[in-house]
Each structure stands twice: as C-alpha cells, then as structure tokens.
C-alpha cells in the first residue's frame, strides 16, 4: 500500500510486497523493495526500485517503420499443413499434430550456435525451422542440415518462439517492438513500437523496455497480435496490427488501470493465445487471465475494486527456473482425458496419467472447474495408467502418440520420448545432453522432430527411413 498525506488515501500496488521483515526502503527519492520471501501472491520478484513517473510521453518517431520495398511481397515459402508455425502448434496453443510419430527414429543433426542464451521454442515451416534467443538473434536453420539460412537482430531478449505466417515471421522483443521479416531470407520488413515509448531499464542485469513485448505474438487471419508491460501501473498495451502491413488495426492501452481505488490492472504475465473469439494472456496476481475481444480490443475482465491479490504467477521469461514444466490436458471423444499438473514453481507434480471419464452422476459444475490433478482429494476419476517420478516439460500430440520431452525427477537426465496413449507404454526413449526448454519440442509435415535445449542446442531426430535416404545422398 502507498498512502498519500495530502488526502490520506490509500492505494495498492498489486504486483508486489515487500518482505514481511524488511517493509519498503526510502533513499535518493526512490521506493526499493527487497526480495520476495513469504507466500503473498506476487508477480514480480527480485529486488524492485520505483522513481518518480513522468507524466508527459517524449516525442517519439512513427510507431510503424517500414523498410524498402513492398511489404506484401515475400519470396515463395512453402509451409505446408503439418507444419509447427507458432508455440505449441497453433494460436489456441492445442498441442495438436496430423503428423504420425515414427515408430524408429535416428538423430538427423545437431547445431550449436557460436553465440546463444537460451534459445526459445522451435517452429517449423517450409523445411525451415526458427529458434530466437535472450541475446535477441533470430535464426533460420535447414530442417534437413540444421545450417543456418540467415539470421536477423532484434534490439531485446526474446522469450516465446516466433510465429510464421504467409511467408513471414514475426518476432516479440524485449526492445518494446514487435519484428516482421520475410521467411524465406531474413529481409526485416517493418517493426512496430507496442511499448509506450522508447525507455530502456535493467531487468535482472539485462536492458529491457519498460514495456517489453514478453508474452510473444499471435497471428491470424491476416491480424498479429501483441501485447507489452511489466507492471499494470507503468501501463498494458494491446495492439492488433495488419500482418502484412503492420497498420494498426486497433489498441487498448486502459487495461493497466482496472480500478483506480485499488489501482490494480492487468500486467503482462503469460504468454498469448486465442479462445473463443478472445485474446488472452496471463494478466497477474489480480486478474488470473486477461481477455479481449478480438474485434474491438476491449477488454472483457470485470474491474475488481478490492485491495486483494488471489493469484500467484512467476512470469517464465523473468524467471525461468519457474514455469519450465508445462501443465497438460486433453480430453478424447471416449471421455479419456491425458493430463499433467505442475504447480508455477515447479515443486509440486502430478503424474502424467489416463484419466477415465468422471463417473455417472458427476454434476455439471465440478466437471466445469476442471480440478486440477494437484489436488487428488477433489478428483474422482479412475487412473487406466499413470507416469511416476517423470517432470515434463513440453508435449506434442499425435494420432498415434504422446511426444514428452523432460526428466528423470528433479536430479534424473533429460529426454525425448513417445509415449503410447492408449497403455503408457513408449515406443522410444532417447536421451538429452541438456534440458529442454518450456514447450521446446516442435515437428513438421516429414515427421521431422526439433528439439531446443537449454544450453543452446537445437536437435533434430527424423524417421529412420528419412535419415538413411539423406545419409545415402550424402555419401
């Protein structure tokens, strides 16, 4: 809480607390909160330091900068249905793929960059596969070689994988703008600034906008969509742009400030996605998930005028020994649903496991809250298999298989299997030099599977028939 004495009214900052011991330190006209270190519900971590706002926006260039040519016109670039274009295979982030997991797999290449820090998520398209990193370099490799095709600079870290459209792709950056290049070459076709303005602070020993684009893009329909923030009181921007053009087509910059007695807001804490004519993303420790329409803009949370903080969150990209495990749910049309639950820290797990359907009976409402796996005493569904002492960390789901990727518990090694969904059984198993990143798995229309690992490695394993026909033109 903050107090002002020339009204004696109080007023909440809802991303943060400081430590129970401690309260805030006041020194050279700034607020430092010290580290977390208690239960509160929390979004931001770490040592914070607030200065006084500047009301007035500095004067800043066209939002949109085109480069020469004409935007519309890319080089030919051959995605083809089967393709991994975006995190987690699609814009509803489904996990879903019409390729078949091979039976027999051999390891096709490997590629290590000379410089990276932690790359993100692959995605496929075009026999091209795309991985960005925290140094903000976009790479392009040849999914049948693993040789780069080009790579292209961003001003930023960048913490969800591109996403590839009609021969483009689309980067978010830690620089406040979100980056268009043309897929076939690299060429940067436009940028567009998402954040307020240009404004670089340190965020944990590296520069960053006040207002990253953290939470990656969406694009659809010929719309992209992003979003930039930290915290709700420095500002939420929402933007959809054209995906050709980068024009935009609407913006939502209030949802920051939610309730002006409680001065909570939606910040920036998830990664976005699109459900039921929605765009959504993690919006904090007050508002669990941030909802626009994906005509207007406006944003469709209820204010909440309470100085109350429900909902934990520990944003990936700031802290990314949190949220590296990936909750899973899928239900089939016998009733059978496939499910993972990991807690947002990561210390607590529930078995991957079959689930049968809830039994005769269940009422509606409790099969509508979707109790979590977490919490066994709520749940009444029988396990046909289950998964011990296995922490995961991405997953893909084929007609004929699970794709996991993860470890052995908390100290084991780290690995890449298929899992058979109708028994648990696993058709393979092959193990990891390193961890692979959060949703780090990707694949593409040849059953080609592209793995991210945390010390910058990208792997690709292919049917053992497809690596023995290159192996063959290569000698």
């Not at 430590?19 to 208690?38: A, E, N």
């Not at 965020?203 to 010929?222: C, M, N």
């Not at 796996?373 to 569904?381: C, D, I, Q, S, T």
């Not at 040849?446 to 000698?475: H, M, W, Y």
Request: charged content about 20%; overall charge negative; some cysteine.
């Amino acid at each position: 809480m903050w107090i002002s004495t020339a009204d004696n009214t109080a007023q909440h900052l809802a991303p943060m607390r400081p430590p129970c011991q401690d309260g805030v330190l006041i020194s050279d006209g700034m607020l430092f909160w010290g580290p977390w270190m208690c239960g509160c519900n929390l979004s931001l971590y770490g040592h914070i330091g607030l200065a006084p706002a500047n009301d007035s926006t500095p004067a800043t260039a066209p939002r949109l900068e085109p480069r020469k040519g004409d935007p519309a016109a890319v080089a030919q670039f051959a995605a083809r249905p089967g393709d991994w274009p975006c995190l987690r295979g699609d814009s509803r982030r489904t996990f879903l793929t019409s390729v078949p997991v091979a039976q027999e797999r051999s390891q096709l290449w490997q590629s290590r960059p000379a410089c990276c820090d932690l790359p993100t998520a692959p995605v496929t398209g075009g026999d091209t596969v795309l991985v960005a990193d925290r140094n903000g370099i976009v790479r392009a490799l040849d999914a049948a070689s693993g040789e780069l095709r080009w790579k292209a600079y961003t001003g930023g870290a960048v913490y969800f994988p591109p996403a590839v459209w009609e021969g483009r792709v689309y980067v978010g950056s830690a620089d406040g703008w979100v980056y268009a290049y043309e897929a076939a070459t690299g060429r940067q076709l436009w940028r567009f600034l998402v954040a307020s303005h240009p404004r670089l602070i340190p965020v944990f020993g590296r520069l960053s906008s006040t207002w990253p684009v953290a939470g990656g893009v969406v694009v659809e329909d010929g719309v992209l969509y992003a979003a930039a923030g930290i915290a709700s009181y420095d500002g939420t921007h929402v933007y959809a742009l054209d995906a050709v053009t980068g024009e935009v087509k609407w913006y939502n910059g209030t949802s920051g400030e939610m309730s002006a007695g409680t001065q909570s807001g939606i910040s920036l804490q998830g990664s976005l996605y699109l459900a039921d004519g929605e765009l959504r993303f993690g919006g904090g420790n007050v508002y669990e998930t941030a909802r626009y329409d994906l005509r207007t803009g406006e944003c469709l949370n209820e204010p909440r005028h309470n100085a109350y903080s429900p909902y934990r969150s520990a944003f990936y990209p700031y802290y990314p020994d949190y949220g590296q495990y990936v909750p899973f749910e899928h239900t089939f049309d016998d009733g059978n649903t496939l499910s993972y639950d990991a807690s947002y820290e990561g210390s607590q797990h529930a078995d991957l496991a079959l689930l049968a359907p809830f039994p005769p009976g269940t009422p509606e409402d409790a099969v509508a809250r979707r109790r979590t796996a977490l919490r066994p005493e709520m749940v009444r569904r029988e396990a046909l298999w289950q998964k011990p002492d296995l922490l995961f960390r991405s997953f893909i789901l084929a007609p004929d298989a699970l794709l996991a990727a993860g470890q052995i518990g908390y100290e084991g090694g780290f690995f890449l299997a298929a899992i058979d969904v109708k028994d648990g059984n696993e058709f393979w198993r092959v193990p990891l030099p390193a961890a692979p990143v959060k949703d780090g798995t990707a694949v593409d229309h040849r059953g080609r599977i592209f793995v991210s690992l945390t010390d910058g490695q990208v792997l690709c394993f292919a049917p053992t028939q497809l690596a023995n026909a290159k192996n063959e033109d290569e000698e």
